[in-house]
C-alpha cells in the first residue's frame, strides 16, 4: 500500500519536472506521422491511386470519358515507376461505374502504349508528341469498340470519337502541368495563373468522379465544388475564386446537365466571397450562403433550396475545420497572397544575407592580406641591416685581404680594429668619394700594405651595394602602399556588405501621415514608399501625377516635406511619365548644409589651344565636394593627357569610396609604375564636407592655395614632390574649417610663379587677393588671371584658377505649414 501512494505520488511530480521532454515526444510523433504520411501517398503512390480512380468513374455526357487517357499518358512520361498503379486505378474506377466504359479503358490504354512505343523510335521528344498520341490512341479505341458492339459506326459515332479525342488532346496538355502539383512534393516555386488554372481543371476533372454519390438527400460532388471555390476565395481573393467558380461549374455541367446552374452559383459564390476576405473564414461562408440562396432559388425553385443550402452549410463546416496550416501552405504558391509575399521576402532576405556574408569574405580576405603585408613590412630589424654590412665588407676582404700575406695578422689579432677601419672607409667613400680625414689615411696606410686597392674596391662596390638597399626599400615602402591599398578596399567592402544587410524599415504609420497631408491640399499622389527617416539622410520615393511641367514637385511638395519632417527636403530625381498611368517617379531626400559654387578660368601657354593644366570639380555620393587641380610636366598635349589621367584616376578611385589619402597613393602608385618615362604631375586636391565646411588639403608637388574670409586672406600649403616620381611618399593632410561665405582660391604654378620681378609671391597673391571686392567666384577667378596676364604682359606658362565659394544651403522655396501631423519621428545619423 505504501508502494503505491508513493507511486502516485510521484509520477505526477515527473510530469511536472520534464514538460520539455513530453513536448519533445509529441513532436517526434507529429513528424513520424507526416513522415509516414508522404511515403504511402506519394512514394506508395497512393494519392495517384486515388485521382485515377475517381477519373476513371469521370464521365462527360453520359458516354465519354476524355480523363483516363490523358492522366495515364502524363504519369507515363512524369513518373513511369508509377503507371501500373495509374493503369490499375482507372480501370477499376470505369469498373464501379459502367461495364462499357472499361472495356474503352482497357482498350485505350493498350493501342496507347502500342502508339507511344513507335513514336519513341522516331522521335526523342516524347513529350512534345504525346497529346497526338493520346488523341490517335483515343479515337481508335473508340471507333473500334464501337464497331465490335455495333457491327457498324455511324456518322454520330464519328462525331462522339472525334470529340472525346479533341477533348483527351486538350486535357493532355494540361494534365502534364497540373498533374505533378498533386502527385510530388512541390518546391516553393510559386505558381502561374496558367498552373493554378491546369489544377483547378484537374481537381474539377476529380470531381467529375464523385457524381452519383450521395449522403442521405445531399451530393457529394456539389459539395466538394463548394469548398474548393471557398478555398480559394479565401486565399486568393474574388478573381482567382470566381475563376474556379466557373471553371469547375463548367465541367460539372458537361457531366451532369442538371447541374448546369451550378456554375452560376459557384462563380457568384467565389466573387462574393473573395470580395468578403476581410472577415476571414466567416466573411467567405457568409458570401457563399448569400450565392446560395439568390442562384439556388432561381436555379431549382424555393422546393429544392432546402437541399442546397444545407449542401452549402456542410461545405462551410469542413472549410471552417481545415487546419490554418494547410491554408497557409497553399497560399504560399498563390501570387498576390501574404502568405507568398512573406516567402518571396524570406527568399530574397536569404539571397541578401548570402551576397552580404560573401561580400564579409572578402573583406576580412583583403584585411588579411593587408596586415599580412603590414606585418612583413614592419619586421625589418636592425640586425639585417649589420648582416647587410657584414656581407658587403666580407665582399671587400676576399678582393682584397684573401691573398695578403698579412691576413692573420689583420683579422686574427687584430680583427676589431681592421673591422672598425673598414667601416670608416666605407662611410668615407659614401659620403665623400674617397678619404678626406688626412689622420685617418695616414693610419690606414701604415696599417694595411694594399690600402690603395682597399678603398678602390670599396668604391666599386659601394655602388651596388646601395642599389641593393635601394631595391630593398622600395619593396618594403611597395608593400606598405599594396597594404595601405587592400585595408582601403576591404573597408569599402565592409561598409556595403552593412549596406546590403540594411532592410528598408516599414514606415507605415509616417507614409500614411504624408500621404493625407499631401492629398489634403488636392495633389493626386499614387503611392509613398520612406526608405530612410535618418536626420540629414532622409530618402522618400513617390509617384505623383503628370503636372504638364510647372514644377509641383519642388515648388509644393518638396516644400510641405520640409515643414513635416522638419528640416529641408529637395528632389533628388524626377522621372515623367514612368509609369503606365502617366505618374511621374520622384525620388527626395535631404538637402546638404552647405553647397559649393565654382568658377574656373583657365589658359595654355602662349595662348593655345591645349593646356597642360587639368581641373575636377564633383560631387561624392558621401556628403563631400572634391576640387582638384593636376599640372602635367611641361605644356601641351602630352602634358594635359598627363594631367588629365592623374584626375580621372583619382576621381574614380575616390568614387568607389576609399579615403583621400589612400586614393592619392593608389594614383601615383600608377603613374608611377605605367611608363619609365620621366613624365610626372602635381595634383592639388580638396574635399569639403558639405554638412560641417570641414576641408581637408592635400597638395602633391602643388603650390599654396588660399583662403579668403572678409577681407582676410590665409594661406593652405604642404610639401610633397610630384605624383610619379617615386612610389612611396607620406601625404601631408591639411584640415581647416572653412565657413559660410568663404572663398577658396586654387591655382596652378603658372599663375603662382608668373611674376619674375617679385621675390615675395605670397605676398603678392594675397595682396592680389584681398583687393577683388566680388564675391562671385567665376569673377574672382576672372579677374585674378586678367591681373596676372596684364601684370606680365604675356603668358609664359599654362595658368588654371578655381575659386569655390562656401554657402548655406538656402531653400529655393520654403517650407509651406499647411498641414500638421503628428510628429514624425527620425533617427539620428549614426
Known amino acids: 500500500m505504501l508502494r ?25 510523433a507529429t513528424e513520424k506521422i507526416k513522415k509516414g504520411t508522404n511515403i504511402v501517398f506519394y512514394q506508395w503512390g497512393l494519392l495517384i491511386f486515388v485521382v485515377g480512380f475517381l477519373l476513371g468513374r469521370a464521365m462527360i455526357l453520359s458516354e465519354i470519358t476524355p ?12 513518373k513511369r515507376d508509377k503507371l501500373g498503379i495509374a493503369a490499375l486505378a482507372v480501370f477499376a474506377g470505369a469498373m464501379t461505374h459502367m461495364l462499357e466504359s472499361s472495356w474503352f479503358v482497357l482498350a485505350s490504354l493498350l493501342i496507347f502504349i502500342i502508339y507511344q512505343k513507335v513514336v519513341e523510335k522516331f522521335n526523342d521528344n516524347t513529350t512534345k508528341v504525346l497529346p497526338f498520341t493520346v488523341f490517335f490512341a483515343s479515337l481508335s479505341a473508340r471507333i473500334i469498340l464501337t464497331f465490335f458492339m455495333q457491327g457498324q459506326i455511324t456518322s454520330y459515332d464519328w462525331m462522339m470519337a472525334g470529340v472525346e479525342a479533341s477533348l483527351s488532346f486538350i486535357l493532355t496538355m494540361i494534365f502534364l502541368q497540373s498533374v505533378p502539383l498533386i502527385t ?43 469548398y474548393l471555390v471557398l478555398l480559394f476565395a479565401f486565399v486568393a481573393g474574388a478573381a482567382i475564386g470566381s475563376t474556379v467558380g466557373v471553371v469547375t461549374g463548367l465541367i460539372l455541367s458537361l457531366a451532369s446537365v442538371a447541374s448546369l446552374y451550378q456554375m452560376s452559383l459557384l462563380a457568384f459564390a467565389g466573387l462574393l466571397g473573395g470580395l468578403l ?27 429544392h433550396v432546402l437541399v442546397t443550402v444545407m449542401e452549402s452549410g456542410v461545405a462551410i463546416a469542413v472549410f471552417l475545420i481545415t487546419p490554418r496550416s494547410w491554408i497557409s501552405k497553399l497560399a504560399r504558391y498563390i501570387p498576390g497572397t501574404v502568405e507568398h509575399s512573406k516567402e518571396q521576402q524570406q527568399y530574397l532576405r536569404k539571397i541578401r544575407d548570402v551576397t552580404a556574408g ?41 678582393k682584397t685581404c684573401q691573398a695578403c700575406f698579412k691576413k692573420d695578422r689583420c683579422w686574427v689579432n687584430n680583427f676589431n680594429n681592421t673591422y672598425e677601419s673598414m667601416y670608416k672607409i666605407m662611410n668615407e667613400v659614401e659620403k665623400n668619394g674617397e678619404i678626406k680625414d688626412p689622420i685617418f689615411k695616414a693610419e690606414w696606410k701604415k696599417y694595411c700594405v694594399k690600402h690603395e686597392k682597399v678603398v678602390h674596391v670599396v668604391r666599386n662596390e659601394l655602388g651596388q651595394f646601395q642599389a641593393n638597399q635601394k631595391l630593398k626599400k622600395q619593396v618594403l615602402e611597395s608593400r ?17 556588405a552593412k549596406e546590403i544587410q540594411r532592410e528598408k524599415e516599414a514606415h507605415y504609420v509616417q507614409e500614411e501621415q504624408i500621404l493625407e497631408a499631401l492629398r489634403s491640399v488636392g495633389l493626386e499622389v499614387g503611392h509613398i514608399d520612406i526608405y530612410q527617416l535618418e536626420q540629414g539622410n532622409i530618402e522618400i520615393e513617390m509617384s505623383v501625377a503628370n503636372d504638364g511641367g510647372h514644377g509641383q514637385c519642388e515648388k509644393v511638395v518638396a516644400p510641405m516635406l520640409s515643414d513635416i519632417l522638419g528640416e529641408t527636403i529637395i528632389i533628388k530625381n524626377e522621372e515623367r511619365g514612368f509609369y ?45 565636394y572634391a576640387i582638384a587641380i593636376s599640372d602635367g610636366m611641361g605644356n601641351g598635349e602630352r602634358a594635359h593627357l598627363e594631367s588629365n589621367e592623374t584626375l580621372q584616376l583619382l576621381q574614380k578611385v575616390l568614387q568607389s569610396g576609399i579615403e583621400e589619402t589612400v586614393a592619392i597613393k593608389s594614383v601615383n602608385s600608377v603613374l608611377s609604375l605605367r611608363t619609365t618615362d620621366e613624365i610626372f604631375s602635381t595634383l592639388d586636391l580638396a574635399m569639403i564636407d558639405l554638412q560641417d565646411a570641414n576641408a581637408k588639403f592635400l597638395k602633391i608637388g602643388s603650390i599654396p592655395s588660399f583662403i579668403k574670409r572678409g577681407s582676410t586672406v590665409t594661406k593652405i600649403e604642404a610639401s610633397n614632390l610630384p605624383m610619379g616620381i617615386i612610389q612611396e611618399f607620406d601625404v601631408d593632410v591639411v584640415s581647416e574649417q572653412m565657413k559660410a561665405g568663404d572663398l ?50 604675356s603668358i609664359e606658362d599654362d595658368m588654371t584658377i578655381v575659386v569655390a565659394k562656401v554657402k548655406r544651403n538656402m531653400p529655393k522655396w520654403a517650407a509651406i505649414p499647411i498641414y500638421k501631423p503628428k510628429k514624425i519621428e527620425k533617427k539620428k545619423a549614426q
Open 4 to 28: 503505491r501512494v508513493t507511486k502516485g505520488v510521484i509520477e505526477p511530480v515527473r510530469g511536472l519536472a520534464f514538460p520539455d521532454k513530453a513536448l519533445t515526444l509529441t513532436t517526434s
Open 67 to 78: 480523363f483516363v487517357l490523358p492522366f495515364v499518358a502524363a504519369i507515363y512520361v512524369l
Open 184 to 226: 510530388a512534393k512541390r518546391s516553393q516555386q510559386p505558381l502561374k495563373n496558367e498552373e493554378i488554372v491546369c489544377l483547378i481543371i484537374l481537381l474539377a476533372s476529380v470531381m467529375t468522379g464523385t457524381i452519383g454519390w450521395m449522403i442521405y438527400d445531399l451530393t457529394v460532388e456539389h459539395i466538394l465544388a463548394r
Open 277 to 303: 476576405k476581410e472577415g476571414r473564414k466567416i466573411g467567405v461562408s457568409i458570401g457563399l450562403l448569400i450565392g446560395t440562396l439568390l442562384i439556388g432559388l432561381y436555379g431549382e425553385g424555393s422546393e
Open 358 to 398: 560573401r561580400v564579409e569574405q572578402f573583406s576580412h580576405l583583403f584585411q588579411t592580406l593587408s596586415n599580412s603585408f603590414s606585418s612583413t613590412s614592419a619586421n625589418v630589424e636592425v640586425d639585417d641591416v649589420e648582416s647587410e654590412v657584414d656581407y658587403f665588407l666580407s665582399n671587400v676582404t676576399e
Open 480 to 496: 606598405k602602399l599594396v597594404a595601405d591599398q587592400l585595408l582601403g578596399v576591404s573597408r569599402v567592402m565592409n561598409d556595403f
Open 580 to 624: 503606365p498611368n502617366g505618374y511621374s517617379h520622384v525620388s527626395f531626400g535631404s538637402a546638404k548644409k552647405y553647397v559649393v559654387e565654382t568658377g574656373v578660368a583657365t589658359v595654355a601657354k602662349g595662348g593655345a589651344y591645349v593646356s597642360g593644366d587639368s581641373y575636377s570639380t564633383i560631387e561624392l555620393g558621401s556628403g563631400k
Open 744 to 793: 577658396l582660391i586654387m591655382m596652378s604654378d603658372g599663375i603662382f610663379d608668373a611674376p619674375k620681378h617679385v621675390e615675395n609671391k605670397e605676398m603678392w597673391m594675397k595682396r592680389i587677393i584681398s583687393e577683388v571686392s566680388s564675391e562671385d567666384p567665376q569673377e574672382v577667378a576672372d579677374l585674378i588671371l586678367e591681373r596676372v596676364i596684364r601684370n606680365e604682359g
